[in-house]
């Protein structure tokens, strides 16, 4: 087998997937990642737009591998783009926002939250030696 052949084989199978990724890209970017509608154009567009980019390269004569190499090219500019664009910090993990979020606390977690901090407070006021009768009061007026 002729290693001319051989190489032209395999430079073809990566124009083909350099497009088929550039198809699934543009699908997903237009239609939405899980919808129907790009499960379906993905199934019939990527075969019909690699097998026609494979037509055009076939016939494109002396320039076929520079016309072969566009999506080649377009691929690794995606890749650059991406390390070193405006999106580079996908390598590097972002620290989370800061958010002012706060959970919803359900009836049971504060009735033992409260209770909770009821015994700190009397642990609190045992430590300074204040009597049992005052612990309640002075509870009680913190709560307030």
């Known amino acids: 087998m002729n290693f001319e052949i051989f190489l032209f084989l395999l430079f073809m199978s990566f124009v083909s997937f350099a497009v088929g990724v550039i198809v699934w890209v543009a699908i997903m970017r237009f239609f939405g990642r899980g ?3 790009a499960r379906i154009l993905s199934y019939i567009l990527i075969p019909i737009f690699a097998l026609g980019y494979n037509f055009l390269v076939l016939t494109a004569g002396k320039w076929r591998y520079l016309v072969g190499f566009i999506p080649i090219a377009l691929i690794i500019g995606y890749a650059l783009y991406y390390r070193f664009g405006n999106h580079g910090t996908y390598i590097e993990p972002q620290a989370k926002p800061e958010t002012d979020f706060q959970r919803r606390e359900s009836s049971k977690s504060r009735r033992i939250r409260e209770a909770r901090e009821k015994r700190a407070a009397e642990r609190e ?18 709560q307030e």
Do not use: D, M, V
């Open 35 to 37: 919808s129907r509608n």
């Open 125 to 142: 006021l045992r430590k300074h030696g204040k009597p049992k009768q005052k612990i309640n009061s002075a509870a009680e007026e913190e």
